[in-house]
Structure formats: structure tokens, C-alpha cells
């Protein structure tokens, strides 16, 4: 049941909360503050940068974990 298929559902997941959920704190605050939409612009590329390096980083392990090891030192 360990399928490769729930550790890209988790990237994409974590990648999406990022950037959602970022810029709605930045909307909260430029409706707390009336500042339309500078707090949003802010949040979102803010969350741009968190998610796409949060999937980087996930994905780079993913990838590294479902490797199959290579023919240990054997030559060709």
C-alpha cells in the first residue's frame, strides 16, 4: 500500500496549501488594513517561493528514495 503515487499527491498538496493559503492571509490583511491588494501580491509570490521550494525539496527526496541502486562498482 506504500504507492509512489501518495508521495507525489503530498507534494502537490503541499504545493498547492503554499500558495493558497498565503495569499488568503495576504487578502485578510489588506482587508484588515485596507490596503488592496498589496498584502495579497505579497503573500502569494511569498507563498510561490515556499511551495515550488517545499516541492523542490520533496520531490528531489521522493526521487532519491524510489531509486533502484545502481550495479554496485561493476563495469561496463
Given at each position: 500500500?506504500?504507492?509512489?503515487?501518495?508521495?507525489l499527491?503530498?507534494?502537490?498538496?503541499?504545493?498547492?496549501?503554499?500558495?493558497?493559503?498565503?495569499?488568503?492571509?495576504?487578502?485578510?490583511?489588506?482587508?484588515?488594513?485596507?490596503?488592496?491588494?498589496?498584502?495579497?501580491?505579497?503573500?502569494?509570490?511569498?507563498?510561490?517561493?515556499?511551495?515550488?521550494?517545499?516541492?523542490?525539496?520533496?520531490l528531489?527526496?521522493?526521487?532519491?528514495?524510489?531509486?533502484?541502486?545502481?550495479?554496485?562498482?561493476?563495469?561496463r
Open positions: 500500500m506504500n504507492s509512489p503515487a501518495f508521495g499527491l503530498g507534494i502537490g498538496t503541499f504545493l498547492a496549501t503554499s500558495i493558497v493559503g498565503m495569499t488568503v492571509v495576504g487578502h485578510l490583511l489588506d482587508g484588515r488594513f485596507d490596503t488592496e491588494p498589496v498584502w495579497t501580491l505579497v503573500f502569494l509570490m511569498l507563498g510561490l517561493l515556499a511551495g515550488f521550494y517545499g516541492a523542490y525539496v520533496q528531489r527526496d521522493f526521487i532519491r528514495s524510489n531509486q533502484t541502486p545502481r550495479g554496485g562498482g561493476e563495469g
